[in-house]
């Protein structure tokens, strides 16, 4: 049986993207065969060719339009997706069940990740009925006003809300629920300010319906201690910008192998003050805005606790 494997990227994230497969394929056992689905909004036909000669013999590697896909979703009269799908491939990773009906489950993985486990064993997570599993976010788990906005914004505790970068998907139960015509309803009716959409989404939405998976499998900045058999470089502090990040070694090491070394070599060097200022700037007004917009009125928590009309 083959596994799908999904990533989503535009033309700024696939050398990262390579680095992730090439780290994937360096921990599969010839034994078990992947298909890497690339969900994408156009690449330069150089870099769609160089992720291409990457599949080996037991990981196969497509790129998909992702509005292609989600247009053929929309025309579909059996299904009740209605909206601009120029908008909905914001938010691709919540449209995977409808797009790929032929899988029932599937990982989803961000691109700025490396790989030191075989992807079997997260695979064979065992999702017991429900949506997803995932691991718990350790940023918004840890930062007290980050927390905060999790329980009032998002309307889950800080404690169970998940990191999206990581989700084994159990696709038919997405699709039995109609996840993403619920998703698409909300989207359409309440203009729910968040610092994480889909992400927050996820969370909001299929909250009561996860199953959480150890840090071992989505290990960030914030929690660098331990054996991670996959480490998320999330948000800014990206091996290709900085040098004094987790596991920099084993990232340079599968980059080399890869047809973009020299490209990511090259933003580290060109990486500078300016831009870690401007990291930090980031860092801090992405805080303030959680701030700003912790009791909002017509938040996903104000409004399922007066409505119900937010968790599946």
């Known amino acids: 049986m083959t596994e799908p494997i999904f990533y989503a990227v535009d033309d700024a994230y696939v050398p990262a993207l390579a680095v992730s497969i090439q780290s994937l394929i360096a921990h599969t056992t010839p034994d ?6 690339i969900l994408n909004r156009g690449l330069h ?7 291409r000669s990457m599949a080996t013999a037991n990981v196969s590697i497509e790129l998909v339009p992702m509005a292609q896909q989600i247009a053929a979703c929309l025309t579909d009269t059996g299904n009740k997706l209605r909206a601009d799908y120029f908008t909905l491939t914001i938010y691709y990773r919540l449209f995977i069940a409808e797009m790929f009906p032929q899988y029932d489950k599937a990982l989803y993985l961000d691109a700025d990740t490396l790989l030191r486990g075989d992807v079997a064993d997260l695979l064979a997570t065992d999702v017991q009925g429900k949506l997803m599993a995932a691991a718990v976010d350790p940023l918004i788990a840890n930062d007290p006003l980050l927390a905060r906005y999790a329980e009032h914004s998002v309307g889950v505790p800080a404690a169970d809300y998940v990191n999206s970068g990581v989700l084994v998907m159990n696709l038919k139960a997405m699709r039995d629920l109609d996840f993403a015509s619920h998703f698409t309803s909300l989207l359409q009716i309440y203009k729910f300010k968040s610092i994480a959409p889909d992400q927050d989404y996820i969370n909001a939405i299929a909250h009561d319906r996860l199953v959480h998976i150890t840090s071992e499998w989505n290990m960030q900045e914030e ?5 991670a058999k996959l480490v998320h470089y999330n948000l800014f502090k990206k091996p290709w910008h900085y040098r004094d990040v987790p596991y920099a070694d084993e990232f340079w090491q599968h980059a080399a192998q890869t047809p973009f070394s020299d490209q990511l070599r090259g933003q580290l060097a060109a990486y500078s003050a300016v831009d870690v200022a401007a990291d930090e700037t980031h860092m801090t ?20 606790r007066t409505q119900k009309a937010v968790r599946l």
């Open 285 to 304: 007004q992405m805080v303030a805005h959680a701030g700003d917009i912790t009791d909002d009125a017509g938040s996903f928590g104000v409004i399922q």
């Open 32 to 37: 078990k065969q992947y298909a890497i689905v």
């Open 223 to 227: 929690t660098p201690d331990g054996d």
């Open 45 to 51: 036909f150089e870099n769609e060719a160089r992720l």
